[in-house]
């Protein structure tokens, strides 16, 4: 990863509260073994919520690297966005996994187990 999208991966990590910009739930930087802990899990079945920096415009698509352009995201949406035979644009794939997450079915479940259904978590 290069130096510049790391800085921009925690400018929007830190900006955004250590939550994933698509399904709201909170991630890791670093070491999983803290954040496993904290939410009661073994560190190997954190790797979902580890923070990644997403381009809004895919660079495919001339998105660039640059702190508007890049959100922070766990891993799966990252990888389920771009997953798709078409990605959906950073929108469209906002409200998919904000529908997707409403109906119980986006990430597995321990993670709705553990952290959806915490009163402090609000899509």
């Known amino acids: 990863m290069s130096k510049h999208l790391t800085k921009y991966r925690m400018r929007a990590y ?8 698509y399904c709201n739930l909170p991630m890791w930087i670093g070491s999983p073994v803290s954040f496993a802990a904290s939410i009661g899990v073994k560190p190997r079945g954190v ?17 660039r690297i640059s702190a508007e ?7 799966r949406c990252n990888r389920l966005r771009h997953a798709r035979k078409k990605p959906l644009r950073d929108d469209q794939f906002l409200r998919h996994v904000r529908r997707r997450l409403a109906a119980g079915r ?5 993670v709705f187990e553990r952290l959806l259904r915490k009163p402090s978590f609000h899509l």
């Open 47 to 63: 790797g979902e919520l580890q923070c990644t920096a997403e381009h809004r415009v895919p660079r495919v698509d001339g998105g």
């Open 106 to 110: 986006w990430h597995l479940a321990w």
């Open 69 to 75: 352009n890049i959100v922070a995201a766990c891993r």
């Open 14 to 21: 830190l900006t955004q509260g250590g939550l994933c910009h």
